[in-house]
């Protein structure tokens, strides 16, 4: 998977999920490809932000538990 493509899988929070190198609409009743290409690039850009935000604040958290390894008293 390069930067450019958004991970495989269900979007946190919306009908929508990625299989293979298709979106696809997911309701109670079954599912739908979507075949728009500009409703599919703005899903790609979504997901790429939220994977983009997880790893952000991932990224926080490590250096947060860093942080607080090496001074276990909290003190700066």
Request: hydrophobic share 45%; no cysteine; proline share 7%.
């Amino acid at each position: 998977m390069s930067a450019s493509t958004p991970q495989q899988g269900r979007l946190a929070h919306a009908p929508v999920v990625l299989r293979g190198d298709r979106w696809w609409l997911d309701g109670g009743a079954g599912s739908v490809p979507a075949s728009d290409p500009a409703f599919t690039a703005v899903l790609d850009d979504f997901a790429l932000s939220m994977a983009a935000a997880d790893q952000a604040v991932t990224d926080l958290l490590i250096r947060q538990d860093e942080a607080s390894s090496v001074d276990p008293g909290g003190r700066r």
